[in-house]
């Protein structure tokens, strides 16, 4: 590979070398306006935030009962049921994927 002397160094370069960009600089004497354009989906999106906010995902009740029921040494597991339970989320989950497609 020959080395080609015909480019200049980083040194010899001047700032007035390059093109002065002019375009992304605000001129003084402009008005500048900050608009933001929000699409219909935003209000879909902000009711169904608000209407599950009330909403719990955690029964916090049934939580305590199970606390409880462990601190005392009551809690019973039951592999079966916890199995089969196990085995209907994958068969829900695997359907769904194959209705995605």
Request: aromatic fraction near 0%.
């Amino acid at each position: 590979m020959k080395i080609d002397k015909s480019l200049q160094s980083v040194t010899t370069i001047t700032v007035s070398d390059g093109k002065k960009r002019t375009d992304s600089v605000p001129r003084p004497d402009t008005k500048q306006e900050n608009n933001v354009h929000l699409s219909p989906n935003v209000t879909k999106l902000q009711n169904i935030d608000s209407t599950s906010a009330g909403d719990s995902i955690v029964n916090t009740a049934r939580v305590q009962e199970i606390k409880q029921a462990i601190s005392e040494g009551n809690f019973r597991i039951n592999p079966e049921v916890i199995a089969d339970r196990l085995l209907e989320t994958v068969k829900e989950l695997i359907q769904s994927k194959k209705d995605a497609v």
